[in-house]
């Protein structure tokens, strides 16, 4: 939680850390779950967001205009100019962003990420991340995958006038079924001893510092030195530079774990958790 608000005030105000440990921290009394009780609550939470998602996106449709902020508009260049006003400005503005999401989190990305949660638990606990999906399951997933993901290329075709993040709702949906096969075809890729699949391994061990690390690069590029760019960049200029940063990653994920066993980050958020969980035994003594 204390990485996440400092990642989401100081760096980037779309920070997931601090939601995701104040989901963790609402659901823990829910790990120890028999299976199926496990599995029925998590699913439950997901139908609850997936039905507020649906929700969210036909009533921004009917009842309000919610289309996408133009970069020629006077509206964006009053926020271009805010934003690069100063530091100071950005801290706020990303406190702001960052402490929002948590507060109206249960109108919407709460139960989603808490349902996730509880069914990545009921998944290990299950032996899913060993095994992967059964054919049958297999086949139920790609069609729910197929039927959500076609719902939303539709509603980004169709005339209806959203924003990126009204549409983004819905794909959070069909997200849940892709992200299952992308695992499942994963763990077959590690069964079978793929050598492709070993050059993801390093930047695995190293997610956290690699997460942040990139916010900080990003934040230094895009907000300090190159600030015209989003004056002129397009599409094709973020995938070029995410795809650039990402072959960056895994070559200093591999270069790094040369020399060390873990990333600065890790060390110290599970130093700090050796340490919390050492004192509460240490009262449970007492």
């Given at each position: ?156 075709l169709s005339s ?119 004192m509460s035994q ?5």
């Amino acid at each position: 939680m204390i990485f996440g608000l400092l990642h989401g005030v100081f760096i980037f105000g779309g920070d997931i850390l601090l939601l995701y440990s104040v989901c963790a921290l609402t659901i823990l009394s829910s790990l120890t779950l028999p299976l199926r009780e496990l599995l029925h609550k998590s699913l439950l939470f997901l139908i609850i967001g997936a039905l507020l998602s649906i929700i969210a996106t036909v009533v921004l449709a009917m009842f309000f205009e919610d289309s996408a902020m133009l970069r020629s508009s006077e509206e964006y260049a009053e926020l271009y100019e805010l934003w690069f006003s100063g530091y100071l400005n950005q801290i706020w503005m990303q406190g702001g962003v960052a402490i929002a999401i948590v507060l109206f989190s249960p109108l919407f990305i709460y139960w989603q990420v808490a349902g996730l949660m509880m069914l990545g638990i009921f998944l290990y606990r299950f032996g899913f991340f060993t095994k992967g999906l059964k054919r049958s399951q297999l086949v139920i997933i790609s069609l729910a995958a197929i039927f959500f993901t076609s719902i939303d290329i539709s509603i980004r075709l169709s005339s209806l006038k959203l924003s990126e993040e009204t549409i983004s709702t819905m794909a959070s949906i069909s997200a849940i079924f892709v992200a299952l096969l992308y695992a499942h075809f994963v763990i077959r890729l590690i069964n079978n001893k793929n050598n492709i699949i070993k050059l993801f391994t390093a930047p695995g061990k190293l997610a956290f510092s690699l997460y942040i690390l990139q916010s900080i690069t990003m934040a230094i590029i895009l907000r300090f030195w190159h600030q015209d760019f989003h004056l002129t960049a397009h599409r094709i200029d973020y995938v070029l530079i995410a795809a650039a940063y990402t072959l960056i990653q895994i070559a200093l994920a591999h270069w790094y774990l040369r020399y060390f066993n873990q990333g600065p980050l890790e060390y110290i958020w599970r130093k700090a958790y050796r340490h919390s969980l050492h004192m509460s035994q240490k009262k449970r003594i007492a």
